[in-house]
């Protein structure tokens, strides 16, 4: 099911209006809404999960690219594109997820990333290979129980929630039979009557936000992605840093320093 039509808005186009919009809680959520009608969300990349060590995906890295991009990144439609050697830098720093990028020439993430696929792709899979070999972060999709109570679940959603709450678009690795884990970014956790929650969540296999709706109970055999899996809320320290990093570009700005 898809997520929601209404609420969604573009990114920003200029370093004020950036600096204006995005210390908005709700600024990074807006852009992953569902824009009205449409097929895709220009404010998304614009090419899914592939590739990858054995050809089994790199979407733990294309969620945190994905996250990085809606907090960190302004674009400047009317100035020049970037050479291929900015383009690159920009692109590292969003795997880094380390400044607020300017991009300039475009006028969203997806015109930017159709252009530079193959330069995005490639950072992608050299950090599954640093972080999931050399740093051994395939553990982190050891993440738990694949299978567990509806009391448990429900208190994973209800920490998945006070995360969304309070930070902003939750890191949540869904754990699979075995030490297979798939990641989705959840946008938003909506209180249902009864502890039951609808779940707006972002699946780097799906071009729009998503949809689940949780109902408590026994565990439900199709989890959020219709996998079986139990998700588990990770990276939460890396967002507090991609906002503080929004604040400083923002007060910055506002000092006329930016």
């Excluded at 960190?72 to 100035?79: G, I, R, T």
């Excluded at 607020?100 to 997806?110: A, F, T």
């Excluded at 640093?130 to 553990?139: E, H, K, M, P, Q």
């Excluded at 439900?220 to 320290?237: D, F, H, I, K, W």
């Amino acid at each position: 099911m898809t997520g929601r039509a209404s609420g969604w808005q573009p990114a920003a186009m200029s370093r004020e209006e950036y600096a204006a919009r995005a210390v908005s809680p709700g600024y990074a959520r807006a852009l992953a809404a569902n824009p009205p009608g449409a097929a895709s969300n220009p404010n998304l990349l614009a090419f899914g999960n592939s590739g990858g060590l054995l050809r089994n995906g790199v979407c733990w890295w294309h969620s945190r690219f994905t996250r990085a991009a809606l907090y960190l990144v302004y674009f400047e439609p009317s100035k020049p594109k970037p050479d291929a050697r900015t383009a690159r830098k920009a692109i590292r720093s969003l795997m880094n997820a380390d400044r607020v990028v300017e991009i300039p020439g475009y006028s969203c993430l997806r015109d930017f990333s159709a252009d530079y696929a193959k330069e995005i792709q490639k950072i992608l899979e050299r950090r599954q290979i640093s972080d999931g070999v050399l740093r051994f972060a395939w553990i982190d999709g050891l993440s738990g129980s694949h299978r567990v109570s509806g009391r448990r679940l429900g208190a994973l959603l209800d920490g998945i929630h006070a995360e969304t709450s309070r930070a902003g678009l939750a890191y949540v690795k869904l754990q699979i039979h075995g030490i297979d884990a798939h990641s989705l970014l959840v946008t938003e956790m909506e209180p249902l009557g009864g502890g039951g929650y609808r779940c707006r969540y972002l699946d780097s296999n799906w071009p729009l936000e998503r949809v689940w709706e949780y109902t408590p109970g026994p565990y439900p055999e199709s989890a959020v992605t219709g996998m079986p899996g139990v998700p588990y809320l990770q990276r939460t320290g890396e967002l507090r840093r991609i906002r503080a990093k929004v604040a400083e570009f923002a007060d910055r700005a506002g000092r006329g320093n930016a």
